[in-house]
């Protein structure tokens, strides 16, 4: 068994929204995952589970599609991995709220940051399946557009570090 990180995309997941955070945990027990916690009302799920990676995001992908009837994107991790996504932060003096990891299904081209507009001063940097930004001035005015993020999800370097405590746990 293995411990994985599930990240939601593209889908609202509030208490008063398409999918409550309660309704998130019951598809993934109908899927067979193990010991299952939510973190959050947006889109993160910690479980155990015999599946791989790809048979994880496919289960709880096909789940999701039924509910909301589109697809919905699914970006998985391991425990050990998201634990190396935090260690990997090229940011690590900037608060935790002000820089993302945007979570990719395969590695960002070595050119995506070419390809970035509108930043100002946003600093980003290219992981292994992700592309970290620290906005200096916080996100909310933000204009940065990262072409190669579209299908990924983000979550800023609290919440990663909170759900690397939770998978570990």
Known sequence: MHTYVALLRAVNVGGTG?????GLRAMCG??????????????????RSGLTEQEVAAALES???????KPLGVLVRT???????????????APGNRVVAI????????DALEYASGHRNEVMALGRREIYVHYGDGMADSRLRIPA???GTARNINTIAKLVELASA
């Open 18 to 22: 398409k999918l409550p955070m309660a």
């Open 30 to 47: 109908q899927a067979g995952f193990a010991d299952v916690r939510t973190y959050i009302a947006s889109g993160n799920v910690v479980f």
């Open 63 to 69: 789940r999701l599609q039924a509910h909301a009837g």
């Open 79 to 93: 425990a050990a991995e998201l634990a190396a996504v935090l260690a990997a932060n090229p940011f690590p003096d």
């Open 103 to 110: 979570f990719l299904d395969r590695p960002p081209p070595a």
């Open 149 to 151: 993020a579209r299908a």
